[in-house]
């Protein structure tokens, strides 16, 4: 597979990443099993980078991802999950949400850490809450090795 860098964080990922939001049964019912098996298809076939949401299912993708990935070795594949939107129309970018929203989904997913961790959908919170509370929870949160890297998403 070949790999390119994801600008300038050092990190040599996939051309080709696996989004796990199918397997939150956001487009059509998928069966836990299934969801596993394809993970580990995925990574198989060296598409190593992974990025998943609790707004995916909601929580269900996480859910299977950290049941595929309980028996991989935590060095073979980057991860990335979000915080912020957990449903269509709900939305928590305070500290305290923040940090929760990573607790679980860092035992969701059967792990310590998480490569990346970004804040999703950001214009649904206004510039200020994103600078004075977002932002230094964020870094509160990587200084204490929860997460490698940290971006801000726009939906749209």
């Known amino acids: 597979m070949k790999t390119r860098h994801l600008g300038k964080t050092g990190l040599q990922v996939p051309v080709l990443g696996f989004g796990t939001s199918?397997?939150?049964?956001?487009?059509?019912?998928?069966?836990?099993?299934?969801?596993?098996?394809?993970?580990?298809?995925?990574?198989?076939?060296?598409?190593n980078f992974i990025d998943t949401a609790p707004l995916y299912g909601p929580l269900k993708a996480e859910i299977i991802l950290g049941k595929a990935l309980k028996d991989v070795p935590r060095d073979s594949y980057l991860l990335s999950t979000?915080?912020?939107?957990?449903?269509?129309?709900?939305?928590?970018?305070?500290?305290?949400?923040?940090?929760?929203?990573?607790?679980?989904?860092?035992?969701?997913?059967n792990t310590d850490y998480v490569d990346i961790f970004q804040l999703h959908d950001i214009e649904y919170t206004s510039l200020e809450e994103v600078a004075e509370i977002c932002i230094?929870?964020?870094?509160?949160?990587?200084?204490?090795?929860k997460f490698v890297f940290t971006g801000l998403q726009v939906f749209r």
Not at 33 to 42: A, F, L, N, S, W
Not at 137 to 144: G, S, Y
């Open 22 to 47: 199918p397997l939150g049964s956001m487009f059509s019912e998928v069966d836990e099993q299934d969801g596993i098996r394809t993970v580990h298809e995925v990574l198989d076939l060296s598409i």
């Open 136 to 145: 230094p929870t964020l870094q509160r949160l990587k200084q204490q090795g």
């Open 82 to 109: 979000k915080a912020g939107r957990y449903k269509w129309t709900e939305y928590d970018f305070t500290s305290e949400g923040i940090v929760l929203s990573l607790e679980e989904s860092l035992q969701r997913l």
